[in-house]
């Protein structure tokens, strides 16, 4: 990653922007990227967790089975996964701030057509074909922030920073996640789901207007340009992008149970209301920030990323584990209904941040097996893995509600990161 550019060490340099006008950039210009992969991650990551957060009144607003949820909420993640591997090439070919602001652009004039023509009304109720397609293109669009976003950082950051920097932009996941969990099941409640998808839409909005004040190309134009530097082969050839990609999806099943079915899990097995429901919620991605900011930190300092991946995997299976435990045994256990009040809410919070606790780590990781010039590519390569969970969890929840209840899904939530654990690779 040595030919990804930096201009840190540098004096303010002078760029030529999209309109061809010189810029100069202070170093700390640096932190301004940083900020605006922040918002733009936080704006969708509001729109694909916040969402599901409102499963309870989208049931009942929309007229939903369990069923037909997930496979509305399935769709989401599905459009998502199809439309990362895509964008993340153009990225690499056109520049991260050409792809972030067509995305974040269209991501939000859509939010707005949804507002107007798939909510429902006095008159009528839109029916699970129309809400399901709808989310699949809001899932197509919000594809291309990812791989834009984390190309814009790593070439602005030194390698002994951009564990940091990677992560602090991958608290953007959960702080627009928890936002929306705390946010969007109350405004959905009071004012209907136009004002939810208005506000996801104006979210989208002032991102696209952060990038096109300060979204710039580092200081290297023409020959030194990122995307002119490649080191190693292509990530759809590399054996170790591949697998890293793969545990990265696998790690990522049990983190999307949580996001899209803890609401209903909390509701209908535990008996807890909205308001407790989205407090648990936000701890989880509020816990989840704190988590992936000190885990950038700490792997920079110590250069042990394979490590802490693997040990993640092994503490989520874990976590899970005592959770489908603790699921299990409460019909039987005398005072079972404080178990489910008090005791159950706090293991899966404690399970969700130890899921969720890995991501920029691992995305800084890929990122430096793929090489400079490959970035968006791979990082986009490995959110298609992501958003493949966030369509077959969904899709695949209300099928082991069926056959083994909530035991049957929390065994199966800790089952995919003790798949993962070996799959990541052992430290060099």
């Not at 291309?144 to 602090?168: T, Y």
């Not at 697998?243 to 899990?265: D, H, N």
């Amino acid at each position: 990653m040595s030919a990804i550019v930096n201009c840190t060490d540098q004096q303010p340099p002078e760029l030529h922007d999209d309109t061809g006008s010189a810029r100069a950039f202070k170093p700390g210009h640096r932190w301004k990227v940083l900020g605006i992969g922040v918002a733009a991650n936080a704006s969708f990551s509001a729109t694909f967790s916040g969402i599901p957060a409102t499963a309870v009144g989208l049931r009942q607003g929309y007229h939903l089975g369990n069923a037909d949820l997930g496979l509305a909420l399935g769709l989401l993640g599905l459009g998502v996964a199809l439309s990362e591997l895509p964008w993340g090439l153009l990225t690499d070919r056109w520049g991260d701030r050409r792809v972030l602001l067509i995305g974040l652009g269209a991501t939000a004039a859509w939010l707005l057509v949804m507002a107007m023509l798939v909510v429902p009304t006095r008159t009528g109720i839109p029916d699970v074909t129309l809400l399901s397609a709808s989310l699949l293109v809001t899932g197509l669009l919000g594809g291309s922030v990812n791989g834009s976003s984390g190309r814009a950082i790593m070439g602005w950051f030194r390698e002994n920073e951009r564990g940091f920097a990677m992560s602090i932009r991958q608290t953007a996941v959960p702080l627009g996640g928890g936002l929306g969990a705390f946010i969007l099941p109350s405004l959905a409640l009071a004012f209907g789901f136009t004002a939810v998808f208005v506000v996801l839409a104006g979210a989208s909005a002032l991102s696209a207007v952060f990038a096109w004040r300060w979204l710039y190309e580092p200081p290297a134009a023409g020959e030194g340009h990122l995307a002119s530097a490649v080191a190693g082969p292509a990530p759809l050839r590399n054996r170790d992008v591949w697998r890293t990609t793969t545990a990265i999806g696998l790690l990522c099943f049990p983190q999307v149970a949580v996001l899209t079915f803890a609401s209903v899990f909390l509701h209908d097995f535990v008996g807890l209301g909205t308001a407790a429901i989205s407090a648990s919620l936000a701890a989880v991605q509020i816990g989840a920030m704190v988590m992936r900011v000190w885990s950038g930190r700490f792997t920079d300092r110590h250069g042990n990323r394979r490590q802490f991946l693997r040990l993640c995997s092994v503490l989520s299976a874990l976590a899970f584990l005592v959770l489908w435990l603790l699921v299990l045994a409460s019909p039987a256990m005398s005072g079972g209904q404080f178990l489910l009040m008090a005791v159950l809410p706090v293991v899966l919070i404690v399970a969700g941040i130890s899921v969720s606790a890995w991501h920029g780590v691992a995305y800084t990781e890929l990122a430096t097996l793929a090489g400079a010039g490959h970035v968006g590519t791979a990082l986009s390569l490995a959110n298609s893995f992501v958003f493949v969970g966030f369509f077959l969890v969904p899709v695949a929840i209300p099928g082991l509600l069926h056959v083994w209840s909530w035991s049957g899904v929390w065994l199966a939530a800790a089952i995919c990161p003790l798949i993962a654990w070996p799959i990541f690779l052992r430290p060099a």
